[in-house]
Each structure stands twice: as structure tokens, then as C-alpha cells.
């Protein structure tokens, strides 16, 4: 266990809150349940603390569980008080923070206990997409109880503290807690697209929920998510294109007041999602990271990309892609899944109807090219610097394939190849070959990239985009 500062369920909402918003509901309700000795165990609050409050002066929902209080297990009435708040967030169209530090089902209440986990499920269900719900893990989160961070939409952990399972380690096969913790908040982040950040203590995780606050609209029809921006919107940024393999340094630079709040970072090392502001609006972001993650696109960027993308369309926030892709990572295992994750991805971006910009910095070759928001899938406006190049493939490869005749007539000379590469390059993998054929919309130079992209989302600000009538895709 670490030895850093812990906060009590109130301390918690006090820290995350602003001074003095805080109004509890239902602090008066204890547990109905009086079998197998609990009507000797005092319940206040039923072990979680509920209420409204304001971060930065908005409105937000919150409910923080007692440990103290049988563990902090959810009862029948435990439930009934969180499924209350997402009722009045529902109706006023306000995010949904659940602090958790729960022991999971309460056996003394058994098929009461259950129940109300699945009223939980349901309000969650039902929140999807409407107002955002944000969880943070401060302690046990295991059980049924890990499923409430999965129906969120962004999750923080504690680094030493908490524990997030559906099994315990101890419960899998030929595996025990010293062998591999599979509740550990590290292997949770590393392994799991379901956490977003692992951080030090209590507090840095509370002070990052109000910061993803600030970065998010109340609810799904709440078109005031703006801020002052105080940064220059000409602002140059020099040697950008050096930048190219990099998505997360550009992302850094070209955002307001160079700050970019990552998520699922340790997740997939080829994939950079997260939000930036530009002039002061916010755009999600994704992006191909070739620096860490290598210039191919994995079975784990795309997934959490394509779930990233599906948020920011539920909550009317514009999507930008910085495209840097080679192609797919070839191993016997991604094979096992990368098609159905590149089909999520597409599906994704294709079905997004938000403001969409595609800036290719590099390479954009083949299929997983157009999976990351080209211009042919629906991106409204799609730049690239002068540097990249679009195409089916490397085009020293297609020349060797297109060639290979010829080529293997008088052996592969280095200047022929070199000059049939360069022809090939200029007049089918360019960028300004894709211009010409109205594939990128226009050559930017790399220093001029944040002020062009402010007045291309600025221009799409009232996009409207009818669709055929369907309940849902299937993909």
C-alpha cells in the first residue's frame, strides 16, 4: 500500500469541486437491509456521498463512495442515490463524476444488491452519449463495479492505491498477485483500453478531472464549450514539418497556449488521441505517433481511436487527424484482428457527422490511409505539407513491382531506380499530384498550420449533414 495522502468520499468532492458549491442529496438515507447482522453495522449515507456542485462555475453531478461504509459496497439504496443524480443530470443536461472506491455487490442484500447494480447499468446506459461521465478509481473497483468505469467515458486511477478487476488476480488460473497483478493500476493502463490515466495521488487525479471538465460541452446539445483564447491566432510555429514523426510535440505546438491533454497514452504506442483548443474551441484529436509507436497502424490505435472518434461525435466535438501511415503492423497476431479494427475506425470517421480535418504530415499509404479520415471517407478539408507523400504504397516498392521486368533484365541499377523513383513519387505519391486530383484540398507550409487550421474549423462551425434514415450502423 502507498503512504501518500488519501482522501475521505467528502474531502474528495471538496477538492474537485469549487469552494463551497457543493449540495448534497440524500444524506439522510442508510440501508434497509437488517440480515445477517448489518442492523448492527451503522450505514451512513449507505456509504456514498451524493450531491451537485460547479467546477469553474459549471454544473456537474457527483457521488463519491465511503470505503468505511461496508467497504463501500452497492446496496439497494447505495444505487438508488446514484441512479438519482444521473436522473437530475439527465434532466439538466449536466456531466455525471463518479468517485469510486467500492468493494463491488453487497452480500448481505444479494439479489437486492444485484439489482441495483443493473439500475446503475442502465441510467449509465441511457447517459451514453447525452451528458459525459467521468470516473475516477481511488481504491477497489472490482467485480460488477468495474463495469462502471467501462460504461464511462473517460476513467482515471490512482498509481498505487487503486485496484481495478473483474476477477481478482488471485481467482485466475495458475496466476497469483505477485506473479502478475492484474489489478494493478499500471498493468490496467498498459493492457486495457478502459483507463485513460494513472496518476500520482487523490488529488492530481481530482485536479485532471476538472481540467478534461473544462475541455468538454455539459451535454450532447450544449454548443458553449468555449473559452477566451488568449494566444495568437497567426501564430507561426517555425521548422513544424521537422516535427512530422512527432504527432504529440505538433498537437503541443500548434494548440492554444501549447497545451494538450492526452489520453490512453501507455494504451497503444502508435496512436495519440487526446483534446487540444483552438481559439479557444475544442477539438479532439488523433493522430499516427511514428516516433514511438512505428509508421504502421496497430489493432490497438485503431480501436481506441475509432471509440475516441464515436465520443467526439456523440458530444459535437470536431475531430482533427495528423495522418502518418505506412501501411498495417504485420504480425501473426495483429492479423487475427486488425481488419475488423481498421473497418471500426473507418466506420468511425465515415459516420461522424462533427467538423472533420485530415492534415497528412507524412507518409499516407493504402487503406490504413484512408481509415484515418481521408478526404474519400468524408473529411470536410483535408491539407498536407509539401513533404508528404499519398499512395498505394512506398513508391521504391511499386517501381519494383511495376518494373520488375525491366528491372531484372539489367539488374537493379541505383540510378534507374532512383530516377524511375522520383518519377513515380512526382507524379502519383505527391502531395501536390493529390491536389491536383482534388484528393487534399490545399499544400500548407508547416509554420502556417495552426492558423489554418483555426479558420477551417471556424468555417465548418455551423456544418449540418443529412444522412440516410437508419436507427444505427452495425459495424
Known amino acids: 500500500m502507498s503512504n501518500k495522502l488519501t482522501l475521505s468520499a467528502s474531502d474528495r468532492i471538496a477538492s474537485l469541486l469549487d469552494d463551497s458549491s457543493f449540495v448534497e442529496v440524500g444524506a439522510y438515507v442508510t440501508a434497509r437491509n437488517t440480515d445477517f447482522n448489518t442492523q448492527n453495522h451503522e450505514t451512513p449515507a449507505d456509504g456514498v456521498v451524493t450531491g451537485y456542485g460547479t467546477i469553474d462555475g459549471r454544473l456537474v453531478y457527483v457521488y463519491s463512495q465511503d470505503a468505511k461504509v461496508l467497504g463501500g459496497s452497492i446496496g439497494e439504496m447505495h444505487a438508488a442515490k446514484i441512479v438519482k443524480i444521473y436522473d437530475m443530470a439527465l434532466k439538466m443536461g449536466a456531466p455525471v463524476i463518479g468517485l469510486v472506491d467500492c468493494a463491488g455487490l453487497r452480500l448481505q442484500e444479494a439479489a437486492d444488491s444485484l439489482n441495483a447494480f443493473g439500475n446503475i ?38 498509481k498505487d492505491n487503486a485496484r481495478l478487476f473483474v476477477n481478482s488476480p488471485n481467482a485466475l488460473d495458475q496466476n497469483y498477485t505477485e506473479k502478475l497483478n492484474t489489478a494493478d493500476a499500471a498493468y490496467q493502463e498498459s493492457n486495457s483500453a478502459l483507463v485513460d490515466e494513472v496518476l500520482e495521488d487523490d488529488v492530481t487525479v481530482l485536479g485532471r478531472i476538472r481540467q478534461v471538465v473544462s475541455f468538454l460541452p455539459s451535454n450532447n446539445e450544449d454548443d458553449s464549450n468555449f473559452s477566451d483564447c488568449v494566444d495568437d491566432l497567426n501564430r507561426e510555429i517555425p521548422n513544424l514539418e521537422g516535427l512530422a514523426e512527432d504527432a504529440r510535440a505538433v498537437l503541443t505546438h500548434i494548440s492554444d497556449g501549447n497545451i494538450f491533454m492526452e489520453l490512453k497514452r501507455e494504451y497503444a504506442k502508435d496512436m495519440v488521441i487526446g483534446f487540444i483548443k483552438l481559439n479557444g474551441t475544442t477539438v479532439g484529436c488523433v493522430a499516427n505517433q511514428v516516433k514511438d509507436g512505428g509508421d504502421v497502424l496497430s489493432t490497438k490505435g485503431a480501436y481506441i481511436a ?18 502518418n501511415v505506412k501501411g498495417y503492423k504485420a504480425t501473426v497476431s495483429e492479423e487475427a484482428g486488425i481488419a475488423k479494427a481498421a473497418a471500426k475506425l ?31 471517407i468524408g473529411a470536410d478539408i483535408e491539407y498536407a505539407w509539401s513533404t508528404a507523400k499519398i499512395g498505394t504504397m ?13 528491372l531484372g533484365k539489367d539488374g537493379f541499377d541505383d540510378a534507374k531506380l532512383a530516377a524511375m523513383k522520383a518519377e513515380y513519387t512526382e507524379k502519383m505519391s505527391s502531395a501536390q499530384s493529390a491536389a491536383r486530383r482534388g484528393y487534399v484540398d490545399d499544400i500548407i507550409d508547416g509554420a502556417a498550420t495552426r492558423k489554418r487550421l483555426i479558420a477551417a474549423f471556424e468555417m465548418l462551425y455551423t456544418k449540418r449533414e443529412d444522412r440516410p434514415l437508419k436507427k444505427h450502423g452495425a459495424v
Open 346 to 376: 473507418t466506420y468511425a470517421f465515415a459516420n461522424a457527422t462533427i467538423p472533420k480535418v485530415n492534415l497528412v504530415m507524412g507518409d499516407a499509404m493504402g487503406s490504413a490511409y484512408l481509415a484515418m479520415n481521408s478526404k474519400s
Open 394 to 406: 512506398d513508391p521504391e516498392q511499386a517501381v519494383k513491382i511495376m518494373y520488375a521486368d525491366e
Open 121 to 158: 447499468y442502465l441510467k449509465q446506459s441511457l447517459a451514453s452519449g447525452v451528458v459525459p461521465q467521468i470516473t475516477g478509481i481511488f481504491g477497489v473497483c472490482g467485480g460488477g463495479s468495474a463495469i462502471i468505469p467501462a460504461l464511462s467515458d473517460i476513467t482515471f486511477m490512482v
Open 306 to 323: 475509432a471509440e475516441f472518434v464515436n465520443f467526439l461525435d456523440a458530444f459535437n466535438i470536431p475531430v482533427l487527424s495528423l495522418t
